[in-house]
């Protein structure tokens, strides 16, 4: 998958770019595959962490050291069309109060199984909160993957990922200022492809977890997300009866995004007691 990836960003129309590849120590054939590449094209740097620091400390690492005017993540084992860069520094051109550009968006499940697209597209509402509401409960979190001014995601991954240091639903807490200030432009003129079957790598999200860990990772993340939510509302300004209404959202966004609850939560602990019990 990492080849796939590698040619789907190489075969670009636009070619005006640098990939700096962060081997998270891996432990399988990615670094002959990276320097395979990078004797092939100069464009690419590879850097090698000496141990593995955890998907979200390596995707710091990547957008604090970037010095470009635009920057963006790749994972591994996903692709896109092969315009998607030129497209969506178009739509940045164009668009100069927005941050970040979103592409049409499908997630590949399997070999033959997909999802259907997803387009980031204006909602037509009068009201800026309904229209905000509406844009929370909408959007697909592989929008993360799209095109953003370097300067605008340093200051936002500075301030969120300090408040919320967990890969688990981060994307979302990422996402979230950028919407706020409805400073996000979609484009449906290219397409981003999230694959979600590749193996799992080391202890990775996508990994199995018990019913014990589960219940201990919500207990721990649903206070963190509630305070960096409140934190980024009310950072924004907005008039008092629009900010209350926003922060009235937390608990539903946050069950929609992290999947928790406390009465979630209460509900695990009984699964888990019944268990024990039968």
Same mark, same amino acid.
């Given at each position: 998958m990492l080849r796939e990836c590698l040619d789907s960003l190489l075969a670009q129309t636009y070619q005006d770019f640098i990939i700096v590849i962060a081997d998270n120590a891996s432990t399988d054939e990615t670094p002959d &595959?990276? !320097?395979e590449y990078a004797a092939k094209d100069s464009r &690419? @740097?590879?850097i090698r962490q @000496?141990? %593995?620091i955890g998907s979200l400390p390596n995707f710091e690492f990547l957008v604090r050291r970037a010095n470009t005017e635009m920057f963006m993540w790749r994972a591994d084992d996903d692709y896109s069309d092969e315009n998607f860069i030129e497209e969506l520094i178009?739509? /940045?051109d164009d668009n100069p109060d927005a941050i970040l550009a979103i592409p049409r968006i499908i997630t590949r499940r399997s070999i033959i199984e997909y999802t259907e697209e997803s387009v980031f597209g204006i909602i037509e509402e009068? $009201?800026?909160v309904d229209g905000l509401i509406k844009r929370f409960y909408s959007y697909h979190v592989s929008a993360f993957y799209g095109l953003w001014r370097t300067a605008a995601i340093q200051d936002i991954v500075k301030r969120v990922w300090t408040a919320y240091p967990e890969a688990y639903a981060g994307d979302h807490l990422t996402l979230l200022p950028v919407f706020l200030k409805d400073a996000a432009i979609g484009n449906d003129r290219t397409l981003f492809v999230q694959r979600t079957y590749s193996p799992v790598k080391g202890n990775g999200l996508r990994g199995e977890?018990? /019913?014990s %860990?589960?219940?201990a990772m919500l207990e721990h993340l649903m206070p963190l997300f509630y305070a960096c939510? $409140? !934190?980024e509302v009310k950072a924004c300004g907005f008039p008092t009866d629009q900010e209350r209404r926003i922060l009235a959202q937390r608990k539903r966004f946050t069950y929609h995004k992290l999947r928790a609850s406390p009465w979630r939560i209460f509900r695990l602990k009984i699964k888990k007691m019944v268990g024990k019990k039968f």
């Open positions: &595959i990276c !320097a &690419i @740097e590879v @000496e141990e %593995n178009g739509s /940045l009068s $009201d800026f977890r018990t /019913l %860990n589960r219940i939510y $409140d !934190a």
